[in-house]
Structures are given as structure tokens and as C-alpha cells.
């Protein structure tokens, strides 16, 4: 997408790569049944699991959060997070659309097939990261790509996007997306109700992407989406109403 900076999209979820040299900065992991597709990624890239620095996750939902404590355990690698959301990658509690809410959207054009996506990639399987970490300090992280932690909160209490100022570059996670299994729309647009915690605040975090330089965003779910952050926010925003 960038210089160091590669979208991978998994089953039905996306994760991004900043690369320095073999090192690696890893944002989000997919679902546990993407753990072949992400390690191969890495190896893509000319990097490797041994070389990432740090797994930064947007938010705390299985389908981010699927190799983290993999990676974790058997790499010793940091799994960082907004403070709010540290708790969160723990399952102290769990801020995630139900099984029951689900089903009762199963009449949704393209649900079912989505619904057995999640079956078979871990969806409901119960992966909390051991020892989850809160940045360490305020403003860009001293990891390959430099990314800066945005606090977004709405979709989840701690979701962060990931800002690039040098590249102009936005890691959006699930607070700005460009497509869905569930949604007939295609372009900037907001996950579907039923996956927000906090619709309200999901709505409120669209003006702080909004203010974000950027021209390049990388979404959680759909294809990578060029033009103004700024204009994409604004086009989300009109589509919530």
C-alpha cells in the first residue's frame, strides 16, 4: 500500500504489516483459523514470526484478536492495546455481538454463508491474551512503521485506529470499513448495528478519523480505500443516518 506497509486480507478480516527491514510490526491478527494464512504473510514480506516487534490490536474481537496470544506465548512478542481494551484482550469481559443476535439476523442476504465462515475459523472459540500490555506512552510507538494509536471508542470501549502521518496511511480497524459480508454497500461506510457496543460513540469516533491527514485507509473488513480520510469518515457518517 505503501512503503513497508501491506493490507493482507484473511477470511472476511483484514490484518497490516509495517515492515522495517525483516522487522515487523503486526496490527491485528485475524480470526485462529487465519494463523497458516498470517504466518505466511509475514513470510511474504521477507519477515518472520521471531522478527515482529509487537502486535497492536485495533480492538479485542475474535476475529482481530485470533493469533495474538499465539504469538505471544510462543515468540514472546508484546500484545499491545489501548488501556481500555487491555481488559477486554484478558475476556474479563467481552463486548461482542451475541451468538443469539447473530441468528436472529440470519435473514440478512449473505449471513448464512458468513455464519459458517466464523464456525470454521474459531469465531466462537475463546483465545484471551495472557498478558496484554497498554502503549507505553503517548503518541507514535517505537516499532516499524511509527504507527500512533487513535482512540476510537464506540465499536469496542478501547478500539484504537493506527495513524501513519508520514505516509498518510490510517489503520482503521472496525470503526471505518469499506465492506461486510453483511452489507449491500460497498465504499466507506460503518459495520452494520448489531456489531457496535456503543453505536453512538462509533458514530462520535468518525470525526476523529475525520481529522486524521491521510489518504490511504486500510479497513478492517473490504478493500483498501483511496482518496481523502477526511471525505471517507464524512461518507460514513451520511450513510449512519
Not at 496490527?27 to 497458516?36: E, N
Not at 486500510?218 to 464524512?234: E, F, I, M
Request: net charge negative; with cysteine; aromatic share 4%.
Amino acid at each position: 500500500m505503501a512503503d513497508g506497509t501491506y493490507l493482507v486480507h484473511g477470511g472476511h478480516t483484514n490484518w497490516v504489516i509495517l515492515t522495517d527491514g525483516d522487522a515487523a510490526t503486526l496490527v491485528d491478527t485475524g480470526y485462529p483459523g487465519d494463523r497458516r494464512a498470517l504466518l505466511d504473510s509475514l513470510a511474504a514480506v521477507g519477515s518472520s514470526p521471531e522478527a515482529v516487534a509487537a502486535v497492536l490490536i485495533t480492538h479485542a474481537h475474535n476475529d482481530h484478536l485470533g493469533s495474538a496470544e499465539y504469538l505471544r506465548a510462543a515468540h514472546g512478542t508484546p500484545v499491545l492495546l489501548h488501556e481500555a481494551e487491555v481488559p477486554h484482550a484478558r475476556r474479563d469481559f467481552l463486548q461482542q455481538v451475541s451468538v443469539g443476535t447473530v441468528l436472529r439476523n440470519a435473514w440478512r442476504p449473505g449471513a448464512l454463508p458468513w455464519m459458517a465462515h466464523v464456525l470454521r475459523a474459531g469465531g466462537t472459540e475463546r483465545h484471551p491474551v495472557t498478558a496484554p500490555a497498554a502503549f507505553p506512552a503517548d503518541g507514535a510507538l517505537d516499532l516499524p512503521g511509527r504507527p500512533v494509536p487513535v482512540h476510537t471508542p464506540g465499536h469496542t470501549d478501547g478500539h484504537c485506529v493506527y495513524h501513519l502521518p508520514d505516509t498518510g496511511v490510517v489503520i482503521s480497524g472496525d470503526a471505518l470499513v469499506s465492506g461486510h459480508a453483511l452489507s449491500r454497500t460497498e465504499g466507506p461506510q460503518l459495520l452494520p448495528d448489531l456489531f457496535h457496543h456503543d453505536r453512538t460513540r462509533t458514530i462520535a469516533s468518525l470525526d476523529v478519523i475525520a481529522g486524521l491527514a491521510g489518504d490511504l485507509l486500510l479497513p478492517g473488513h473490504g478493500p483498501v480505500h483511496r482518496g481523502p480520510v477526511k471525505d471517507a469518515a464524512d461518507r460514513a457518517r451520511e450513510r449512519a443516518f
